[in-house]
């Protein structure tokens, strides 16, 4: 094969590696890039949501007379058929349940016209309260209880025992574009303009409730603005806009309020943790139990798989864990960034925290003479194990050796000042995709994958790897995502898309690279002729003999001597058995200072540092940001987000942005992210891991181990807030 002037290909100007802007940036910052609820079409009607006000009951009375009566108003549509939304349309699981919606030609005459819809229901016993005593907890489908070894004797006999409860409130996504939907109807195919993190897997799911075939749907979704998983699944709005537009034949627009939000796309479900470990008197593990449940909707169950990341990080010969679903009267959880891993590793790396304290060793220093030599999980050899590199990095960027491990010695005036840590890691998820590039006779090139981009880059990176697989320059590569009639790609999520469509973007460049010098190698007329594939390189456009450079040509001179406006290779990447043969994760390692004002109750952070094994970096910049906005993340879940719910009828009582909080700049201080250097080759032919998720892993955890270190005061219970301060 021709050399691909590859990533870290020496004496190359290799995209990859290079700390380019956003290729899209510029379409964002002049307000060009067009959001899911920014199209405009002609005759388009705007929806609205009425949502119900009790959390379980049945639906005695629904009266529209006032509402169809108001100005501008088209349609109320209510009792849709069976099976078009995942609960009957008269039988009320949750507050905020969608039971009519409202079409009219305006916006705010939809929004009058909503309240005016009367109501009433035949109410049934609901709970909506997870610590309820008449909560109940049940097993889930999709994560069996484990075990290896006897860790019950084990705990028994452990000459030093933990055994503690954490607590973490639920976590609602907040990112700035609402859901949105504009759907339009064309004969029998429908084209949706949404706001999502699948576009194919959001065509299959509105075609199969709308009894269309999945072909005569098509989903459009070129920008997202934030999602953080709540634009993973497809929710009612999505499909309900589909069917208003098809019952009224005309495009219909639905977008929900902040309100609706809270829900109607999906949270990070309230959690309850028992953690108990055991240890020799050198530190050396012997034991985990971990014992965890969390609330879930019961029209659809989410499981969080809390109890996966806990018993693999760690080398301990006995292992009990167990998740248990509470079925509640609330609506559906979903992801949310770092789902189920973040929860995992406030609970293990505060306990892995507490018990470097009781021995008086040091954190990092525990956890380094427990590191496993495979994984214990699988028994399977890791293609790489970086913790020990993050550790060495981030602590001395940080500045760990300077740290008291007395707690309450560090002090700054009135401020108590304290140093944590924790370790992060996440699964490298790949799947299968498909990637189609085209090298065009002007020596442009434009790939495509169904993929999408909500924030981290992702039309950055497919760019810099489909350009230095071809040999051109960034500014001659165009990356299409957002279409789900482009080819194949995976759910937007679990921090796999990178290494999923990368590759798939890779593979077809490389592809179709190989098929051009193929044709010119053989062809008479072309200075190539004559040589192997594997003696031409491609860089900057130019193809030439290595050792040769006089014999040399341009993609655009080969088109153009057979007549041809283009050429094409469509490729499918999957990551085969390897995930059989290694276990491959991504690692960082988090360190936070925070200051404690006592009298206050306040909880600062003042930096957080973090160093990660992310294999090879496509985009130090944009990794950088994506490092940052995980840690952002974290500080809103360590100390500031808060659902508050009235069980009474199950409302979120601050479904809004002034009272639900998250970080604003104030609460954002130094934060700084590196990246050890290396590639992991085992994993994918680019050898990259996930990060997306990862950055958000360690964080909470080493915020409340800096907040022990600084007040002496142990936090379980997430967000930390001044009245646990001061119990």
Same mark, same amino acid.
């Given at each position: ?47 609205? #949501?009425? %949502? ?24 109320? #549509? ?46 049934? &016993? ?12 049940? &097993? ?55 706001? %999502?993190?699948?576009?194919?897997? %959001? ?9 269309? &075939? ?133 609970? #293990? ?30 028994? @399977? ?218 009298? @206050? ?37 360590? #100390? ?70 600084? %007040? ?16």
């Amino acid at each position: 094969m021709a050399d691909p002037a590859g990533p870290d290909a020496p004496g190359t100007d290799a995209a990859v590696g290079q700390p380019l802007s956003r290729v899209d940036g510029r379409l964002k910052v002049t307000g060009r890039a067009t959001y899911a609820a920014e199209h405009h079409l002609p005759d388009l009607l705007h929806a609205v #949501l009425v %949502t119900s006000t009790v959390s379980r009951g049945t639906i005695t009375r629904l009266a529209t007379d006032r509402a169809e009566a108001a100005p501008g108003v088209q349609r109320v #549509l209510a009792h849709w058929p069976a099976g078009v939304l995942p609960f009957a349309a008269d039988e009320v699981s949750f507050f905020g349940q969608p039971i009519a919606v409202v079409v009219a030609t305006e916006l705010e005459q939809a929004e009058h016209a909503a309240a005016l819809v009367e109501v009433s229901y035949a109410a049934h &016993p609901a709970l909506t309260d997870l610590d309820a005593p008449t909560a109940t907890r049940e &097993p889930g489908e999709e994560t069996p209880d484990y075990r290896r070894g006897d860790p019950d004797t084990a705990l028994r006999t452990a000459p030093v025992l933990l055994d503690r409860s954490f607590t973490i409130a639920r976590e609602h996504h907040n990112p700035m574009e609402l859901p949105s939907t504009i759907a339009r109807w064309d004969g029998g195919r429908l084209t949706l303009w949404d706001k %999502t993190q699948w576009v194919q897997g %959001t065509a299959n799911s509105v075609a199969r409730a709308l009894g269309v &075939p999945v072909g005569d749907v098509r989903v459009l979704c070129p920008f997202l603005g934030g999602a953080f998983g709540s634009a993973g699944l497809t929710w009612p709005h999505q499909i309900l806009a589909a069917y208003a537009a098809r019952e009224l034949g005309r495009p219909v627009k639905l977008v929900l309020s902040r309100r609706q939000m809270y829900s109607g796309v999906g949270y990070r479900p309230a959690s309850r943790q028992r953690m108990a470990l055991g240890a020799g008197p050198d530190g050396r593990l012997t034991a985990l139990v971990h014992e965890a449940y969390h609330e879930s909707s019961r029209y659809q169950p989410f499981e969080d798989g809390i109890i996966e990341l806990p018993r693999m990080v760690y080398r301990i010969p006995h292992v009990r864990a167990q998740l248990r679903l509470v079925p509640l009267d609330v609506p559906a959880a979903t992801f949310m960034r770092g789902p189920g891993a973040v929860t995992a590793t406030f609970a #293990l790396e505060s306990m892995m925290d507490e018990l470097a304290h009781e021995l008086r060793l040091d954190p990092i220093e525990l956890r380094l003479q427990n590191e496993p030599a495979f994984d214990q999980v699988t028994g @399977l050899p890791f293609t790489n194990r970086g913790l020990e590199q993050c550790y060495r990095l981030g602590g001395e960027t940080f500045g760990w050796a300077r740290r008291n491990p007395t707690p309450r010695a560090n002090r700054e005036g009135e401020l108590l000042i304290g140093l944590g840590m924790a370790a992060a890691v996440h699964h490298n998820n790949r799947t299968a995709a498909t990637a189609l590039a085209t090298i065009n006779a002007d020596g442009t090139a434009v790939v495509a994958s169904a993929t999408a981009d909500m924030g981290p880059g992702t039309y950055t990176a497919m760019t810099q790897i489909a350009a230095d697989a071809l040999g051109l320059p960034v500014g001659r590569v165009t990356f299409l995502l957002g279409d789900s009639a482009l080819p194949r790609a995976p759910m937007h999520s679990g921090s796999k898309t990178l290494a999923s469509v990368g590759s798939a973007v890779f593979t077809a460049c490389t592809s179709l690279r190989d098929s051009v010098v193929r044709t010119a190698v053989v062809d008479p007329a072309s200075p190539l002729h004559g040589a192997t594939p594997d003696q031409v390189s491609v860089r900057g456009g130019l193809l030439s003999v290595t050792g040769a450079p006089a014999r040399a040509e341009t993609y655009q001179r080969i088109l153009a001597r057979r007549g041809r406006d283009s050429m094409a290779s469509q490729q499918s990447w999957a990551p085969g058995d390897v995930d059989k043969r290694l276990s491959s994760y991504a690692y960082g390692a988090v360190f936070a200072e925070v200051s404690v004002d006592e009298r @206050l109750g306040l909880v600062r952070v003042r930096r957080i540092c973090t160093a990660y094994d992310v294999g090879r970096v496509v985009s130090p910049k944009l990794a950088h940001s994506q490092a940052l906005s995980g840690m952002v993340a974290g500080i809103g879940m360590a #100390l500031l987000e808060n659902t508050v719910r009235d069980h009474r009828d199950g409302r979120v009582v601050n479904a809004n942005l002034a009272d639900y909080l998250v970080p604003v700049h104030a609460d954002v201080p130094e934060l700084d992210a590196l990246f050890v250097a290396g590639a992991d080759p085992e994993a994918d032919p680019i050898a990259v891991k996930g990060l997306g998720e990862l950055v958000i892993v360690g964080v909470p955890a080493a915020i409340a181990n800096a907040v022990f270190n600084a %007040t002496g005061r142990r936090v379980r219970d997430l967000p930390i807030t001044l009245d646990k301060l001061q119990r």
